[in-house]
């Protein structure tokens, strides 16, 4: 090597160091906004969700689970891919199907937790002082914890950040939930692999044509994954109470409606949004899922504390809703 050559980690130009320096300089003042923009909206929603966590298990105990305990648990049909030597005989004998013999659950088992990040998502109207995005936020955040309190894995599908397991996992969730690269164009879950027969809850206001939720969510049912659908909507959405001349502005397209009596509406409207929820109702019984409505004016904890025990049922039923998902095609 020539000796007027410049070593490895030796002296640099000062010129090549401001260049550097200046270019640096707007990618760290963009982290820093979006570092503050994140300071001043992740306290008010963590604590809220703290708080509702703390309310509800006041009035709840931990979820038995199926595993590797040593507690029987239950009997299940038994599926492709179970061990011979899982079969219990005695149980089988009893009839013409084999059944296998399920230990109360002790090792961890992650939940995938999903909230919709759409336009529409983004909505509050004066009949509500959350918006359904940051309902959404708080109900997923206070279950997470819930769960992780209980020695629970959590992880947000479609994130690649890991499941969280203490509280410094909850609050990289919490990043991921208030960044702007969590935003998406489309009211439907992503096409994230998830390992067979876990769990999954999905916060949205599931307004996107049920023929396309069916399509997305029927992958997730094929494998044996048990899921839980949380309708969140805004009261104005599901009373629609105004009155007189009303303009009506689309959230997630262009166009507009300018009605003379928007009471007129009401009960045209309120059809169309029960036929609907109906759709997604028969959806979710055709998956084997559970169907819930939440609207922004209610308590959160009403609808944590009913979910939270019912994330018990989806893994209590055998095959969690495989052959029904087949059978709905």
């Given at each position: ?21 200046t ?12 570092a ?79 909230r ?36 629970e ?36 879950p ?5 390992p ?19 399509k ?57 949004l ?15 899922w ?20 019912q ?19």
């Open positions: 090597m020539s000796e007027d050559a410049p070593l490895s980690g030796g002296p640099k130009s000062p010129h090549a160091e401001k260049a550097r320096s270019q640096a300089a707007p990618a760290r003042a963009g982290l820093r906004a979006q503050e923009r994140l300071a001043e909206a992740l306290p008010p929603l963590l604590v809220e969700a703290e708080r509702v966590a703390n309310t509800v298990a006041q009035g709840v105990h931990g979820r038995r689970r199926s595993g590797s305990g040593e507690s029987f648990w239950q009997y299940r049909r038994y599926r492709a891919g179970d061990a011979a030597q899982r079969i219990d005989w005695r149980q089988s004998g009893k009839s013409s199907k084999l059944y296998v013999r399920e230990t109360e659950w002790e090792a961890a088992e992650t939940l995938w937790l999903w919709d990040a759409s336009a529409s998502m983004d909505y509050r109207s004066s009949f509500a002082q959350i918006s359904k995005k940051d309902r959404a936020t708080v109900l997923s955040l206070a279950l997470a914890n819930l769960l992780v309190r209980g020695g894995r959590v992880a947000v599908l479609g994130s690649g950040i890991p499941p969280a397991t203490n509280r410094m996992g909850l609050r990289r969730l919490a990043h991921h939930y208030l960044s702007d690269e969590e935003s998406q164009p489309e009211s439907l992503p096409g994230a692999h998830v067979p027969y876990a769990a999954m809850v999905f916060f949205s206001d599931f307004l996107s044509p049920p023929d396309k939720l069916a997305a969510l029927q992958p997730y049912a094929h494998r044996g994954i048990g899921g839980h659908m949380v309708q969140i909507i805004d009261p104005a959405e599901a009373d629609l109470p105004f009155e007189g001349r009303t303009e009506f502005v689309g959230v997630e397209d262009p166009r507009r409606l300018l009605v003379g009596k928007a009471e007129s509406l009401r009960s045209a409207y309120h059809r169309r029960e036929e609907h929820q109906d759709a997604l109702r028969q959806i979710a019984r055709r998956l084997g559970h169907f819930t409505i939440h609207r922004t004016d209610r308590p959160a904890e009403t609808c944590l504390l009913s979910l939270y025990g994330l018990a049922d989806i893994n209590r039923t055998p095959g969690r809703g495989t052959a029904a998902a087949r059978q709905g095609g």
